[in-house]
């Protein structure tokens, strides 16, 4: 797959120029190299991490949205220092 091709398939893709991975689901569209900003040709890494990631993604941000509710609790702020 090239850079502007569509996406066909949900997956984590590396950038065959600097091996860099990125996510990219379908209907997107494969971007240049996060890297070196270079045109490439992209490789499926795995489908199966992509789907795990993308859950662990949406779980994340639903805590964080929790969080962000709970009264005096300010995001990015750290109560304890080591």
């Known amino acids: 797959m090239k850079t502007g091709e569509d996406v066909r398939a949900l ?9 860099r991975e990125a996510l990219f689901d379908v209907d997107d569209c494969f971007s240049r190299c996060p890297q070196c900003s270079g045109l490439c040709d992209w490789d499926v890494v795995d489908i199966s991490s992509a789907k795990a990631e993308l859950r662990n993604l949406r779980d994340s941000v639903s805590i ?11 995001p990015g702020t750290f109560r304890y220092s080591f």
């Open 64 to 74: 964080a949205k929790l969080w962000s509710r709970t009264p005096g609790v300010v």
């Open 11 to 19: 997956g984590l893709y590396a950038s065959d120029c600097c091996t």
